[in-house]
């Protein structure tokens, strides 16, 4: 019996030995299916994507003019890993750009490799993608002189209007697509109001779910407006505190209408201000609406000389816009010639100061800017983040006048800090939703600059919560690499761990509440469906707006002229995977 027992174990362990012999030594590793889903290409896809393994060959097919260069597959496979170029690929996750020729390798667990090509197969005319017309029929727009008919290029619908005075035409479009949506509401028989004062966006989706985005644009044959300054014997302005008094005309360029206006100016900024090309501040002697904007004296005209596209500082304010937060500048380009002197394009926007068109928190509210620079007459350094607060409004008098602003605010910082945190009544004091905002609106610009923290606005009303803006400064955001590039390092987290910079411990500890996580994640998800291809139109719109001014304005400062274009494309490209990053960091809270 224990002779039979020996037998059989030793014929069981022989087994199992040869079988784990025989799996080790066969290694054939392979993609067992791969696929685009929708979910995960949310900007091009409406369904999924098959891809079909034949031999050593990928294929899966496309409509004409789809946008491949930044397509996230998901796959499974049978071995250790998939490589593409070198890169460990993982899936639903790594972007390909497709357009280009890639190999696919899967490697073994020993040693075993096997190979594998792309085939993307362009399926021609796809008419269901394609916009056949779209006009302004003079019948529905008395307005026009005759029909517009717009021209389709690509993936941009442009036409010319006498003026872009009037906001809102009829238009009619005419395509096969089943599905048509203008800005996210869809389009019934063809028919659509353009609204000439936001970025319209159409999308086009077939049968098959493919999605085609088209951007509609429309120029004026008029400039931007333009602003001729003088100062008083046209004496140089040389000075951020010395005011000169001046003649300010706007030329709307029958944009908006001309004015004439009498003030002050001066130089503005910090390291701006030691560029070639200055920014300045001017002060109305009243106050006036310009170029739309809320009534106000003080004025400021940014140079943006570090922005070689000259689209960047309009991009993040656009961001604000969209995602509605509070008190967000609206930035208009503009020419500005100063004494005689033209100076290029600048951005005419509104100073940041309490006020009715400003930030309205009446005048027992207060206006607090974080900036290490800790420049102003009355500051204090909080007690528990050691935050360089500066107080902007109200104009303080003493250091007794300080004291309650200052209590106050270490009030509320010391429950941020607190071990109770956040369950101890810190959301009474500090405007949880309006964060949120203001970290997206920062971290999809990768702007550094608030883990100094610098041009960092908090603003509070009497009695009221404290809320984060307005947002200003994007000098060092888009990627800059602190020399002369934009458009680096696009999957980078914005908090740094740098013991000098007090700002992003404080921001980091707010990231520790699970309500501002939950509210972060369902902003951002928002913005990314709803938002984010409104706010690539936006960067095609303002381009074209602005070019002829841009190209004058990179010849007097020794700019390559002629760059527009190629910088929109790297801004759009770059904001995508900024955008693909920030799935994964706010699905990771």
Same mark, same amino acid.
Not at 422 to 432: A, K, Q, S, T, V
């Given at each position: 019996m224990n002779c039979n027992v020996r037998v059989i174990v030793t014929a069981l362990i022989c087994f199992i030995s040869f079988s784990a012999c025989k799996k080790e030594t066969i290694d054939n590793p392979q993609i067992l299916k791969m696929s685009f889903k929708s979910i995960d290409n949310r900007d091009l896809l409406a369904k999924d994507i098959p891809v079909d393994i034949e031999g050593s060959t990928l294929s899966f097919s496309v409509p004409e003019g789809l946008d491949v260069s930044q397509l996230i597959a998901s796959f499974e496979i049978s071995g250790a890993k998939l490589m593409v170029g070198g890169v460990e690929q993982e899936s639903r996750v790594t972007i390909n750009d497709y357009s280009k020729s890639l190999t696919f390798e899967v490697l073994g667990y020993n040693g075993g490799q096997t190979q594998y090509t792309i085939e993307v197969i362009r399926l021609e005319n796809d008419e269901q993608l394609r916009v056949a017309s779209l006009i302004l029929p003079k019948e529905a727009n008395p307005h026009l002189l005759n029909t517009v008919n717009f021209e389709v290029k690509e993936n941009r619908i442009f036409a010319v209007l006498p003026k872009l005075s009037n906001t809102k035409v009829e238009a009619i479009l005419e395509t096969s697509a089943p599905e048509v949506f203008l800005n996210a509401e869809k389009v019934v028989d063809g028919k659509l109001t353009l609204d000439l004062s936001q970025t319209n966006v159409l999308m086009l989706i077939s049968a098959e779910g493919f999605k085609k985005y088209y951007t509609v644009i429309v120029s004026s044959i008029n400039d931007i407006p333009h602003f001729y300054i003088d100062t008083e014997g046209r004496a140089p302005v040389v000075d951020k505190s010395k005011w000169l008094r001046s003649t300010i005309i706007l030329d709307g360029q029958e944009v908006t209408e001309n004015l004439q206006l009498e003030g002050r100016v001066r130089g503005r900024g910090n390291s701006t201000w030691l560029l070639p090309k200055k920014p300045y501040r001017f002060r109305l002697d009243e106050e006036a609406s310009i170029l739309g904007l809320g =009534?106000?004296?003080?004025?400021?005209?940014?140079?943006?000389?570090?922005? !070689?596209?000259? %689209? /960047?500082?309009?991009?993040? *304010?656009?961001?604000?816009?969209?995602?509605?937060?509070?008190?967000?500048?609206?930035?208009?380009?503009?020419?500005?010639?100063?004494?005689?002197?033209?100076?290029?394009?600048?951005?005419?926007?509104?100073?940041?100061?309490?006020?009715?068109?400003?930030?309205?928190?009446?005048?027992?509210?207060?206006?607090?800017?974080?900036?290490?620079?800790?420049?102003?007459?009355?500051?204090?350094?909080?007690?528990?983040?050691?935050?360089?607060?500066?107080?902007?409004?109200?104009?303080?008098?003493?250091?007794?006048?300080?004291?309650?602003?200052?209590?106050?605010?270490?009030?509320? =910082?010391?429950?941020?800090?607190?071990?109770?945190?956040?369950?101890?009544? !810190?959301?009474? %004091? /500090?405007?949880?939703?309006? *964060?949120?905002?203001?970290?997206?609106?920062?971290?999809?610009?990768?702007?550094?600059?608030?883990?100094?923290?610098?041009?960092?606005?908090?603003?509070?009303?009497?009695?009221?919560?404290?809320?984060?803006?307005?947002?200003?400064?994007?000098?060092?955001?888009?990627?800059?690499?602190?020399n002369r590039y934009y458009f680096k390092t696009p999957e980078a987290d914005i908090l740094r761990n740098n013991p000098i910079e007090t700002g992003s411990p404080f921001f980091r500890r707010l990231l520790q509440d699970p309500e501002t996580k939950k509210i972060l994640k369902e902003k951002w998800q928002a913005f990314r469906l709803n938002k984010l291809q409104q706010l690539y139109a936006y960067i095609e719109n303002y381009g074209s707006w602005s070019k002829d001014a841009v190209y004058r304005n990179d010849i007097i400062w020794n700019r390559m002229p002629g760059s527009l274009d190629n910088d929109k494309a790297r801004l759009k490209a770059w904001l995508q995977i900024r955008a693909n990053y920030l799935d994964r960091y706010f699905a990771s809270l």
């Open positions: =009534e106000a004296t003080d004025w400021v005209l940014l140079a943006n000389y570090q922005d !070689y596209t000259s %689209l /960047l500082s309009a991009t993040a *304010f656009k961001v604000g816009e969209l995602l509605e937060a509070p008190y967000t500048n609206t930035m208009i380009p503009v020419e500005l010639t100063l004494n005689g002197r033209y100076q290029g394009i600048y951005l005419l926007t509104e100073q940041i100061q309490v006020g009715e068109h400003r930030v309205n928190i009446g005048n027992d509210g207060v206006l607090f800017e974080l900036d290490s620079y800790f420049d102003e007459d009355y500051k204090f350094r909080s007690k528990y983040y050691n935050l360089p607060v500066n107080i902007k409004s109200p104009d303080l008098k003493s250091d007794a006048e300080l004291i309650p602003i200052r209590s106050e605010f270490e009030k509320m =910082e010391e429950l941020v800090f607190a071990s109770t945190f956040p369950e101890n009544g !810190y959301r009474d %004091l /500090l405007d949880i939703s309006e *964060f949120a905002n203001w970290f997206i609106i920062n971290h999809l610009t990768y702007n550094r600059e608030i883990n100094h923290p610098k041009s960092t606005y908090v603003h509070k009303a009497k009695d009221g919560k404290y809320v984060f803006g307005p947002i200003w400064d994007f000098d060092w955001g888009f990627g800059f690499d602190g």
